[in-house]
Nanobody, 122 residues
């Protein structure tokens, strides 16, 4: 029901834009987020946005570099990633929750995309 896309290989300092499209149901009343999971690591919260888009939340390591946004008319959410670093290398997943965004644990999220890989070379 959530389909992630936009991942790829990029050099350090470069940019990528990830997209998440919903199908089969509407997620306009859901808060949305992006998580990532690097090699041998646990899934990590990256960014979240409320259903209205009026509030966002970021993990400290991406503040000022990543921007989450959503288009409720298109039922999509995006993650603009700039100034990418090798440590941003991971599989990125979008997720949806009927709860709020203050809880940044994966357990708070009900629906998940299949993931899109991002590799940042040094």
């Amino acid at each position: 029901q959530l389909v992630d896309s936009g991942g790829g290989l990029v050099r350090a300092g470069g940019s990528l834009r990830l997209s998440c499209a919903a199908s089969g149901r509407t997620f306009t009343s859901y808060a949305m987020a992006w998580f990532r999971q690097g090699p041998g690591q646990e899934r990590e919260f990256v960014a979240a946005i409320t259903w209205s888009g009026n509030r966002t939340l970021y993990v400290d390591s991406v503040k000022g570099r990543f921007t989450i946004s959503r288009d409720n008319a298109e039922n999509t959410v995006s993650l603009e990633m700039n100034k990418l670093k090798p440590e941003d290398t991971a599989v990125y997943y979008c997720a949806a929750t009927s709860g709020g965004i203050s809880d940044t644990t994966a357990d708070n999220y009900d629906y998940w995309g299949q993931g899109t890989p991002v590799t940042v070379s040094s």
